[in-house]
């Protein structure tokens, strides 16, 4: 369970530089001073993406320890849809409120793609700028700055605009409409009705859950459910050991919103949740590899951990985000543990599918080749050739996967008797569905006058909870 990511501030994407493990690939940030450490690699977060939340009944986890995914289903019922527009202007309201605030403080994203200087960077960034989009760009404002700190926005005189420029790139991004802003939104009634009405809703529904949402009756009192999936990493002694394949529930106790600090592990959980899946301390948290010539941390999808489930920074504070706010309340979310593939019928069409996505290797550091341009040396950690060499390169699952068919053969099938998960037989030959990963979606911040104390971070007027809507 350990270490964990650094500071953050989004960055361009394309080919670009890394950016931090904060947000969704790898990520800069800024660090900040804890009560026993100067710029120690943590920060606050707030999420600026479009899921919904859910409450405990409504949401079901899956690990997989042999594809190294996080599946969660959020059931969706008919009112949730409806009010979705709702729920996006609060998300939005209440961020657009809190910039205005003296004491907030938020951290500028940073454009890395003319950080790397050596050939042995310049690689590495292109193989992490595959993960390091952000999506709050191309919403006509600029919202890259060319330095990370807070402090460059002050000495620019420009702390106010940069602000502005932030709120209407969510605004945009939020309700998909490039000639929103704030000013207009706030002084319009019925521009604002417009935007959060049922029909815009429903729309903005299906447009940002295109590829993840399936209209299924399953469960009662539900139209249908959305399906996210991330990229974990698990613990160095493989799939078969901790945390115990089982169904359970999240713990409602032992969890955290934000652990500045571990007596243990120093500053290695960088402020973010620490979700506990087992009282022994496994947990799911934050990446903990740092790429030190440019001071961005990643998340290694492997077998690299003490135990704990590893996950990019955005991708955790999603999923803080679409678990119930209340602390107790996790002890609601089903939980299942599998040391085998995750194979599911996700979409209700019928045919099962082995579940991956599209975050691969990045590695540590990248060496030049002789005789090979920097093309050839980072071709082998391209997404497209990933695809067909993730599972070929993983100890445990080669021995299941067919590279000239691309499919899954003798996955283990699972089934369920009194809450109990049961092994019995194998599937047959299966192909592999990868879902898109995502871009980044949290913003770095801190308060002014709000102290860091270790373990839990509730101090001041703008703790992590404060941006956990319900």
């Not at 579940?355 to 540590?364: A, F, G, Q, S």
Request: proline share 6%.
């Amino acid at each position: 369970m350990k270490k964990l990511v650094s500071s953050i501030i989004t960055f361009a994407a394309i080919l670009a530089v890394p950016a931090h493990a904060f947000f969704l690939g790898p990520i800069t940030q800024e660090g900040m001073d804890t009560p026993k450490k100067a710029k120690a690699t943590v920060g606050r977060y707030l999420y600026v993406g479009t899921a919904p939340k859910f409450s405990g009944p409504e949401l079901e986890l899956t690990v997989s320890k042999m594809s190294l995914t996080l599946r969660a289903t959020g059931w969706v019922s008919q009112a949730k849809i409806d009010n979705y527009g709702a729920h996006l202007y609060k998300r939005w309201e209440q961020i657009d409120q809190t910039l205005a605030a003296p004491k907030f403080v938020l951290h500028p994203l940073v454009s890395l793609k003319s950080v790397p200087t050596k050939d042995t960077s310049i690689a590495w960034a292109k193989i992490a700028g595959q993960y390091s989009a952000h999506v709050l760009e191309n919403q006509g404002v600029e919202v890259f700055n060319p330095k990370r700190n807070a402090q460059s926005l002050e000495n620019a005189g420009i702390v106010d605009e940069y602000r502005a420029r932030i709120s209407t790139a969510i605004l945009r991004y939020l309700f998909k409409d490039q000639t929103l802003t704030p000013e207009a939104v706030k002084a319009d009634n019925k521009l604002k009705d417009s935007l959060i009405s049922v029909a815009n809703s429903r729309a903005l529904f299906l447009s940002h859950n295109t590829s993840t949402y399936t209209a299924s009756t399953g469960k009662a009192g539900y139209v249908g459910n959305i399906t996210y999936v991330y990229p974990i990493a698990a613990t160095v002694d493989g799939p078969f050991d901790q945390p115990k394949e089982e169904i359970r529930k999240l713990m409602s106790y032992g969890t955290i919103e934000a652990r500045w600090w571990s007596d243990k592990w120093d500053d290695e959980f960088g402020g973010l949740p620490f979700i506990l899946i087992e009282p022994s301390g496994v947990a799911f948290h934050g990446p903990i590899t740092n790429f030190a010539p440019l001071d961005v941390w990643f998340l290694r999808r492997g077998y690299v951990s003490h135990g704990c489930h590893r996950m990019d920074t955005s991708d955790l504070i999603e999923l803080r985000n679409i678990l119930p706010k209340a602390i107790p309340d996790l002890g609601k979310v089903k939980l299942t543990i599998l040391d085998n593939f995750d194979v599911t019928d996700w979409n209700n069409d019928g045919k099962k599918e082995v579940v991956d996505v599209k975050y691969y290797t990045i590695p540590t550091a990248v060496t030049p080749v002789s005789g090979k341009t920097l093309d050839d040396v980072i071709k082998p950690f391209l997404i497209e050739n990933q695809m067909k060499t993730y599972f070929a390169n993983n100890q445990y699952a080669k021995k299941f996967y067919d590279v000239k068919t691309d499919t899954i053969n003798g996955a283990v099938k699972y089934s369920t008797v009194s809450g109990v998960l049961k092994q019995e037989g194998k599937h047959g030959q299966l192909p592999i569905y990868r879902f898109e990963y995502k871009a980044s979606r949290i913003l770095q911040y801190k308060e002014l006058g709000s102290q860091m104390v270790p373990y839990d971070d509730t101090r001041g007027e703008f703790p992590p909870t404060y941006f956990l809507n319900n």
